[in-house]
């Protein structure tokens, strides 16, 4: 069965900290991995990863997959509070568009 | 361009009762996901359609059942409602299933529906 685990599962921290939220995964037949945001209800897309090595990279949110020790990092660069969400990793495996999501990581900005 | 609709935002059952939600895709976007998100699971996949067949499917009972019309609008039932089917109820468009690219496996989510069985 595919799994997909984020850690931590929670975090607090100040405004202009960096944060690495961690996604890993043990999944069969790999397609692509990507990060949402989700502050009130509808999660919202980041990034999608296929390829490792390659960074993406949007404003001071950046990510990269790594596929050999099957992981992938989100980091947030000089956090404001408006980054407070939970941040979901989720893999697109074989052929199916469906998501398989982690837990999620719940990040928390205080000033 | 409209995002991802799902009607109604919240819903209030009872055991027992059945409930129908539904969700209008992007325009031009054929596949439609629905996914179940509550406290202790997270989000867990319930079923994709494509081409008003249902094409994925996840680890849930026959309570649980869907469709998509030629419009590629889609509705999800629930039936016999029981107490842990209490959740967000979030749908998801994209372009397609096949191919390469972000742009075709991006899912686009709509803002959920909180049922809430008593």
């Known amino acids: 069965e595919d799994k997909v685990v984020q850690s931590p599962l929670s975090l607090v921290v100040h405004e202009g900290d960096t944060v690495t939220l961690n996604c890993s995964y043990e999944v069969t037949n790999f397609r692509s991995l990507l990060w949402y945001k989700q502050e009130k209800k509808a999660p919202t897309f980041l990034f999608m990863l296929t390829s490792s090595g390659i960074e993406k990279k949007s404003g001071r949110l950046s990510s990269i997959l790594d596929k050999k020790e099957l992981f992938s990092i989100l980091n947030i660069t000089a956090t404001q509070t408006g980054d407070s969400a939970v941040y979901l990793c989720a893999l697109i495996t074989g052929t199916a568009s469906k998501l398989t999501f982690g837990t999620g990581t719940r990040l928390q900005v205080t000033l | 361009k409209a995002g991802v609709t799902q009607t109604p935002r919240y819903l209030i059952k009872t055991r027992g009762q059945q409930v129908t939600l539904s969700c209008s895709p992007i325009?031009?976007?054929?596949?439609v996901s629905w996914y179940q998100q509550t406290p202790g699971q997270g989000l867990q996949f319930l079923f994709e359609?494509?081409?008003?067949?249902?094409?994925n499917k996840g680890n849930f009972p026959g309570r649980f059942s869907g469709r998509q019309f030629s419009n590629s609008r889609s509705e999800m039932n629930v039936s016999t409602l029981e107490l842990g089917d209490s959740a967000l109820y979030l749908c998801?468009?994209?372009?397609?299933?096949?191919?390469?690219?972000?742009?075709?496996?991006?899912?686009?989510f709509g803002p959920g529906t909180r049922l809430t069985v008593l």
């Open positions: 359609y494509f081409s008003e067949t249902q094409r």
């Open positions: 325009s031009g976007h054929r596949s």
């Open positions: 998801a468009s994209s372009l397609s299933t096949s191919g390469t690219g972000s742009l075709v496996w991006e899912q686009f």
